[in-house]
């Protein structure tokens, strides 16, 4: 059962994913509710599974691994059980998402420098049933609406 959220809500939560830590009083000021409100709310949703977690983002131009890359790939359905174990188990595995299309899987990593995910990226072209791999390095992010 999907949880119903008010537009209150719906606000809340986006300035919470711009940033975890804002003070509960320019939450408030922002949606123009009550402190106590914000507070009880926020509680509410944590209660209810709509926040499941904060976590920590690191400042890119300070800490950034030297290369992240998208990498869509094709795959026989025979094999995919097998494909997600491996991918799970790599360190370099940031995500790893089911997408319909001509790909059946995007897959996000990060590594070091070019060389590892050169190595990474003929490793996981060899795998049995691998049909296609096609890969797009990440130069910047133009925008980061994303949940930690």
Known sequence: MKPEL?????????????????????????????????IARIAALEKRG?????????????????????????????????????LQQLPETETLCAVSGAIDYMLTLRCANTETLDKLLDQIGALDG?????????LSKRIDRGAL
């Open 6 to 38: 008010d537009d209150v809500d719906d606000k809340i939560l986006a300035l919470l994913m711009d940033n975890a830590r804002l003070p509960v009083t320019t939450i408030a000021r922002s949606v123009g509710i009550a402190r106590t409100t914000v």
């Open 50 to 86: 709509v926040i499941a977690g904060y976590g920590l983002k690191l400042n890119p131009r300070i800490v950034q691994p030297a290369v992240r890359a998208y990498v869509g790939l094709s795959v026989e359905a025979r094999y995919a059980a097998v494909l997600i174990k491996y």
């Open 130 to 138: 691998v049909r296609q791999t096609s890969t797009s390095v990440i």
